[in-house]
């Protein structure tokens, strides 16, 4: 069976110090694993995935994660947050590698940014 | 760009109502999905379809159905809507391992 649990469902920091969304997943399968963001009032946008490639992946807006197979861990990281950054981020996993076939989400983790 | 268009960014039905949510996409995707959005509950697959009539049941399916007669075009139905499908709706669309997310339909049910 596949999962995903976001460990914190708020994270709180300010502006300039580095963010840490962290991120468990399940998987019968090799994953793939995804960082969705939500800003408000929008759709979800992509940050970033991995899809058995790089275990480092970069993604928009300076956001970057690391795949660990034997943590079963791909907690998403920033060096320094940006007020924009305000949004509700989604780690996300998918049980095949070259297609998407039933997203799983976690229940999200809500990052506020103060000045 | 890809665009998923869902046809209401927001609908307010009455319980006992038959609510018809459609989504269009413009790529070319094989694969739709229907999801739910709940506050701490992140977003729950309702149904998904990898070809024109084909669908699966996700995770939360009880009183919904889909139907995709063509395949741009992905319709989500409550049979005889009730308040606890009051929530946000966001329909996506995929091909390889990347999906596609529409803006959203809040549905209120009164």
């Known amino acids: 069976a596949q999962s995903v649990t976001q460990l914190d469902s708020h994270v709180s920091v300010s502006e300039g110090t580095p963010v840490l969304l962290r991120c468990n997943y399940s998987?019968?399968?090799?994953?793939?694993l995804f960082w969705y963001v939500q800003h408000p009032n929008k759709g979800l946008q992509l940050l970033l995935k991995y899809t058995s490639a790089a275990t480092l992946v970069k993604g928009i807006n300076g956001f970057e994660a690391e795949f660990k197979k034997s943590e079963t861990s791909f907690h998403l990281t920033k060096p320094s947050a940006h007020m924009s950054d305000a949004a509700e981020y989604f780690c996300?996993?998918?049980?095949?590698?070259?297609?998407?076939?039933?997203?799983?989400f976690g229940t999200g983790t809500r990052l506020q940014v103060f000045p | 760009d890809v665009k998923v268009t869902q046809s209401s960014r927001y609908l307010v039905k009455r319980t006992g109502e038959k609510v018809f949510l459609e989504c269009v996409q413009d790529m070319d995707h094989e694969n739709m999905f229907w999801y739910r959005q709940d506050p701490g509950l992140g977003l729950r697959l309702i149904y998904f379809?990898?070809?024109?009539?084909?669908?699966e049941k996700g995770d939360i399916p009880e009183g919904y159905s889909v139907s995709r007669e063509k395949k741009e075009r992905f319709s989500l139905i409550l049979e005889s809507a009730s308040t606890n499908q009051t929530s946000m709706y966001l329909c996506?669309?995929?091909?390889?391992?990347?999906?596609?997310f529409g803006q959203g339909t809040r549905l209120t049910v009164v």
């Open positions: 379809s990898y070809d024109v009539k084909m669908k």
């Open positions: 996300v996993v998918s049980p095949r590698a070259y297609n998407t076939d039933k997203l799983i």
């Open positions: 996506a669309s995929s091909r390889g391992p990347e999906a596609f």
């Open positions: 998987s019968s399968y090799s994953p793939s």
